[in-house]
């Protein structure tokens, strides 16, 4: 989609152009989604980005960001995915981060936003458990209230990032006597803590993204409970908006096209070019349909944002798009590829680099319709909130 930008706007434009091409990190698997970067690159180019003040992009000055429109966050975003440069981890930023700023306490925000905005502390996300996952608010992990610490037993699963990060935003029952929804608390714990364990799960990709976490009479002072005991359900829901908007993905599908162009016009399907190929021009032309529709929808939340206002029912319209968008762009690039596509390993390809990390990005990219809340489930939400049907 062009964009007309002002002249301001299209200075900041070609500044975070310039500054992404010299400072974005340059490995050439780990700026696609799905494909696996290890802990010390990817805190690496957060710092980066924090000392430019860049990490925290859609935060306001007052909280350590750097005020920008919703079109400079748009821009920087832009020029960030068609850099090649890695997406940025989003629990401590995009999930939390709004969170402490709508619901904590003043002790709370000056204490982990600024690290966060540094990226000197790294979360992980406490919801999903065995049982409750589509049903969230079925959840079985309890903290009861000891004076002044709560004492919480229970277990996470898919916890993804559990075994990087130093703190965990988590869901938790602290009233097991009123409806499902009105028993829960939203707590933040030290995974340094006595009791909390964690165990990998490695996934059909072959790597280790996600982990079960097990919490055995952990200790979690009463300081880290964010807004009200009974409160977890609201601070959840409105933590869910910003995880599902950002799933969509917009500027890294842009970038996935770019590269499945690329490689079409590049290969050769006999004496022609891929992309001369009807099939091959057809399926790259819905995709790019698909993508602008997307893109519109996103910039209609990019509006609601930037008037103050949190994402609505419409970011479940935007995790169901992004996320179905991203597992066929996936699938287009492992069918384009061929034999080139069945490396298993970056590290030892068959043949094309761009093809090299297809079946992993593809099979990785199965689970986008599953986290952030099921595809299925996001149609129930829009039905009910946005339709208005029961």
């Not at 200075?11 to 992404?20: D, I, Y």
């Not at 992004?322 to 069918?335: N, P, T, Y």
């Not at 489930?377 to 039905?383: E, S």
Request: aromatic share 10%.
């Amino acid at each position: 989609m062009n964009i007309d930008y002002s002249p301001e706007e299209r200075r900041f434009q070609a500044e975070v152009r310039a500054w992404m091409r010299e400072n974005a990190p340059r490995a050439p698997h780990g700026v696609q989604i799905g494909i696996p970067m290890d802990k010390e690159t990817q805190v690496a180019w957060e710092r980066r980005l924090a000392s430019k003040g860049w990490l925290a992009y859609f935060w306001p000055k007052e909280y350590g960001g750097p005020g920008w429109s919703a079109t400079q966050r748009h821009i920087f975003d832009e020029e960030r995915a068609a850099a090649g440069a890695p997406q940025l981890s989003p629990f401590g930023l995009a999930m939390l981060g709004p969170v402490l700023m709508a619901f904590g306490s003043e002790a709370q925000k000056q204490r982990y936003l600024p690290k966060i905005a540094a990226a000197e502390e790294h979360w992980c996300q406490g919801y999903s458990e065995p049982g409750s996952g589509s049903d969230l608010a079925s959840l079985k992990t309890r903290a009861r209230r000891e004076g002044d610490h709560y004492l919480v037993n229970g277990q996470k699963i898919w916890t993804t990032h559990a075994h990087w990060a130093d703190f965990m935003f988590c869901l938790v029952r602290t009233d097991a006597g009123v409806a499902k929804q009105q028993g829960i608390s939203f707590l933040l714990i030290d995974m340094k803590s006595p009791g909390v364990e964690v165990r990998p799960i490695i996934t059909i990709d072959g790597h280790h993204h996600l982990n079960e976490v097990f919490l055995t009479d952990v200790e979690v002072p009463v300081e880290n409970l964010v807004g009200e005991e009974g409160q977890g359900w609201t601070l959840a829901k409105y933590l869910l908006t910003f995880e599902r908007t950002s799933i969509a993905g917009v500027a890294d599908s842009k970038y996935e096209i770019s590269r499945l162009k690329e490689v079409a016009r590049r290969d050769r399907a006999g004496d022609r070019a891929l992309i001369d190929e009807p099939g091959v021009r057809e399926r790259i032309a819905e995709l790019e349909i698909d993508l602008l529709a997307l893109e519109y929808t996103n910039f209609r939340t990019l509006d609601k944002v930037a008037k103050g206002a949190p994402p609505g029912a419409e970011s479940s319209g935007l995790k169901i798009a992004g996320s179905e968008l991203q597992q066929a762009i996936s699938e287009a690039m492992v069918e384009f590829g061929g034999y080139d596509s069945l490396a298993w390993l970056p590290e030892q390809p068959v043949g094309e680099p761009a093809y090299n990390s297809s079946t992993i990005r593809y099979n990785f990219l199965r689970a986008s319709s599953i986290y952030g809340g099921s595809n299925e489930i996001q149609k129930n939400v829009i039905a009910k909130l946005v339709l208005g049907l029961g």
